[in-house]
């Protein structure tokens, strides 16, 4: 098992833009896939963003590609999302994920470790 906490998140206005971050404690992080995941109000947790353990392999939901980055720095036990030109829709609580093997997914079900949550605002 590895603990997730999440930071970065808050208020901005639409255009703008935040860093989320994700602390990881535990053991083999650089062996695990990160995934970010965000819930709105009312709706059902959504992938976001993932990468494997290598950082090589990346993936995106369609709606934040041009949009959104994630990045991940092994040696600090830590993965990132940057995410500029923020929308309204963009609003909800971000999740950070962790597999137990380094093979990247988009799906909720596959990953065994969960943050907290930072909430994301974003004005119109």
């Known amino acids: 098992q590895v603990q997730l906490v999440e930071s970065g998140g808050g208020l901005v206005q639409a255009g703008g833009s935040l860093r989320l971050s994700c602390a990881a404690s535990g053991s083999s992080f650089n062996i695990r896939a990160m995934g970010w995941f965000r819930q709105a109000p009312g709706k059902e947790r959504e992938f976001v963003a993932t990468?494997?353990?290598?950082?090589?392999?990346?993936y995106y939901k369609e709606s934040v590609k041009d949009r959104f980055t994630i990045s991940r720095e092994n040696a600090k036990n830590t993965v990132y999302l940057q995410m500029n030109s923020l929308k309204p829709e963009d609003t909800a609580v971000y999740y950070c994920?962790?597999?137990?093997?380094?093979?990247?997914?988009?799906?909720?079900?596959?990953?065994?470790?969960w943050g907290q949550g930072t909430q994301v605002t974003v004005s119109s």
């Open positions: 990468i494997s353990g290598s950082g090589r392999a990346i």
């Open positions: 994920a962790a597999r137990p093997i380094t093979v990247t997914s988009t799906k909720r079900d596959e990953y065994s470790s």
